[in-house]
Structures are given as C-alpha cells and as structure tokens.
C-alpha cells in the first residue's frame, strides 16, 4: 500500500472518457473525481482514454491511476491489465475481478457456485440456441440483456415472444453473450461496498416504473428511499450478502451489488466495479448517508491503490 503523505507527492492520472458506450457518463464521473483531488490538495489531471493510453500516460508523466471508466475497455480488467504492465498503480479491482464482474454470465455462475442467491437465467451465444429459446419458451416476462455493457444499455423486459425476439436481436447487436433472466417482480435495492464495508442500502423508485438510462441519469425521474425500508433482518441480509459477493468476485475499492427484492427473498443481479460518480449516482449518496462527503469518498478510494492485487 502506498501512503498518503507519498501519494500527495505522486502525479495522478484520472482515466475517464473511453471509447465504451457508458463514454458520457465516465466523462462525468472522471470530471467530479478529477475536481475533488485537486480540492484535496493532491497533483492531479484528467486523461480522456483513447486507444493510444500508454502514450498518454507516458506523455503526461503519470504516476497512480484514478480509473473512472465505465464499460468496456475500462471497467473489464484490460486497462487494468495495461497499467500492471505499465508498473502504474491503481484504484479499484484487479484484472480478474474486472473482467469477471463486467460479464454478467460469469458474476452469476460465481454467485451460484458461492451460494449466494440469484434470478434463474440461460445463456445464448448461437442463433441456434436463440430459435431453440423461442420454440421452447411460455413463461413471461423475462428480461434479456447483453452480457458485458452497463448503465442498462442493450437491457429490455420482454411480454411476448415477438418481444422475446426483438430484445435478443438488440441485445446480441452489442455483445456476442445474451443474459435471459427471470424477471423478479419485487423491489430494486442497491448495496454499495466501500474498501470491505457495506453502506446504507438505496431502494430505487423509477417514475417510469423501470429504472432504464434515462431513468437513472435525468433528474427527477427516480425517487431514492435511504434507508431503504426493510425488514431489519432482512436489510442486514442484503448488506452481508453484497460484501460476500465482491469478496467472491475479488473486488477491491468500492463497488455496487444491484438487487432485487419479493417479499423477503432477494436476488443478486450484478456486481458493478467502478460506480458511477455523478450527481445522480447511487455510490455517493450511499457514502454521504454514512457521514462520507463526495471528497471523503475519493480519497478511500484513491488511498487503496496498489498494482498486487
């Protein structure tokens, strides 16, 4: 571990923008991290990522990495991979549990196989299977996203199997992996995990009744219960269970475990590596519910920065 007083002599580099399609929002979270570094009194510039990285870091003398991607080439473990190569430090996961969490296939199956409680699902990569899926099914709704993209890119809650077709077409133009997952009829609750530690849980009211990209970066448009309104057991339940999920998927820094909720059951959906950072985003609130400022919150995550990881 690297210790503040050497980090505030260190110049750090705060990775955002990208080429994913989540570009908008990183540029966003990346320009809010980016001013409360500065704020804090640390030597920090912003890094618009392209394909040419290693020369902008290069170029710009970079030291430590305050990775604020989201999405792929980013959040998947191959930036991540470069500044290893690179010997530049970090925050957040590491190259396996990036490219484990951004795949949500793979976030399951580790979920079933540690016991951890998730909606059942099937996996399509073929045409074949897909016609054999839409022969075979008679249970709605469902909900099919593609595997590797955020911010609910690509994701549709299907009623029909003409809907069913429509959501694997669109889902499979972005990722060569579609997720069909049951729809869990419930509540949709978040548990940030900061360094180990689970924050207050946010339960998520979308006016529009799904909480799609619109829903989540327009003002107004989602009410946030913090506290979320649980049984007690139940809320200590959720909270142990998002921290043993990013344990399970080796997480580091902060994280986001979504939820769903029926009656006292609740379900993993997805483990999100680096949150999002901007004035709609679930990891802040959280943190300012638990007595963190925005500042605060940068720097837990900036203090756990390393390359062993």
């Given at each position: 571990?690297?210790?503040?007083?050497?980090?505030?002599?260190?110049?750090?580099?705060?990775?955002?923008?990208?080429?994913?399609?989540?570009?908008?929002?990183?540029?966003?979270?990346?320009?809010?991290?980016?001013?409360?570094?500065?704020?804090?009194?640390?030597?920090?510039?912003?890094?618009?990522?392209?394909?040419?990285?290693?020369?902008?870091?290069?170029?710009?003398?970079?030291?430590?990495?305050?990775?604020?991607?989201?999405?792929?080439?980013?959040?998947?473990?191959?930036?991540?991979?470069?500044?290893?190569?690179l010997q530049i430090p970090y925050t957040g996961s590491g190259v396996?549990?990036?490219?484990?969490?951004?795949?949500?296939?793979?976030?399951?199956?580790?979920?079933?196989?540690?016991?951890?409680?998730?909606?059942?699902?099937?996996?399509?990569?073929?045409?074949?299977?897909?016609?054999?899926?839409?022969?075979?099914?008679?249970?709605?709704?469902?909900?099919?996203?593609?595997?590797?993209?955020?911010?609910?890119?690509?994701?549709?809650?299907?009623?029909?199997?003409?809907?069913?077709?429509?959501?694997?077409?669109?889902?499979?133009?972005?990722?060569?992996?579609?997720?069909?997952?049951?729809?869990?009829?419930?509540?949709?609750?978040?548990?940030?995990?900061?360094?180990?530690?689970?924050?207050?849980?946010?339960?998520?009211?979308?006016?529009?009744?799904?909480?799609?990209?619109?829903?989540?970066?327009?003002?107004?448009?989602?009410?946030?219960?913090?506290?979320?309104?649980?049984?007690?057991?139940?809320?200590?339940?959720?909270?142990?269970?998002?921290?043993?999920?990013?344990?399970?998927?080796?997480?580091?820094?902060?994280?986001?475990?979504?939820?769903?909720?029926?009656?006292?059951?609740?379900?993993?959906?997805?483990?999100?590596?680096?949150?999002?950072?901007?004035?709609?985003?679930?990891?802040?609130?959280?943190?300012?519910?638990?007595?963190?400022?925005?500042?605060?919150?940068?720097?837990?995550?900036?203090?756990?920065?390393?390359?062993?990881?």
């Amino acid at each position: 571990m690297i210790e503040k007083a050497q980090m505030k002599k260190m110049k750090i580099g705060v990775l955002y923008g990208g080429i994913s399609a989540e570009r908008e929002i990183s540029l966003k979270t990346g320009v809010a991290v980016l001013k409360a570094l500065k704020s804090l009194g640390y030597s920090a510039i912003g890094i618009d990522v392209s394909i040419d990285l290693p020369a902008q870091l290069k170029e710009a003398g970079i030291e430590l990495a305050f990775v604020a991607l989201h999405g792929r080439f980013g959040e998947d473990g191959r930036v991540q991979g470069l500044l290893e190569m690179l010997q530049i430090p970090y925050t957040g996961s590491g190259v396996l549990s990036s490219s484990l969490s951004i795949d949500k296939v793979a976030t399951k199956q580790m979920l079933l196989y540690h016991e951890l409680p998730t909606p059942g699902f099937e996996v399509l990569k073929t045409q074949g299977q897909a016609d054999k899926l839409l022969k075979n099914c008679r249970h709605f709704p469902l909900v099919v996203k593609p595997a590797r993209e955020g911010s609910t890119i690509g994701i549709s809650i299907v009623q029909s199997l003409e809907a069913l077709r429509h959501g694997i077409d669109m889902a499979a133009a972005l990722d060569g992996t579609v997720l069909i997952e049951e729809f869990i009829d419930g509540s949709e609750l978040t548990v940030s995990v900061l360094n180990g530690e689970a924050l207050p849980i946010i339960q998520i009211v979308p006016k529009s009744g799904f909480y799609d990209f619109h829903a989540k970066y327009t003002l107004g448009q989602t009410e946030y219960l913090l506290p979320a309104p649980l049984d007690a057991a139940v809320y200590s339940q959720m909270q142990q269970a998002a921290v043993a999920a990013c344990e399970v998927l080796g997480c580091r820094g902060a994280a986001r475990v979504d939820f769903m909720l029926r009656e006292k059951e609740f379900y993993c959906l997805e483990v999100n590596t680096i949150p999002g950072m901007t004035e709609t985003s679930l990891l802040p609130m959280a943190a300012k519910a638990a007595g963190l400022s925005f500042g605060n919150l940068v720097e837990n995550i900036l203090l756990d920065a390393d390359i062993d990881k």
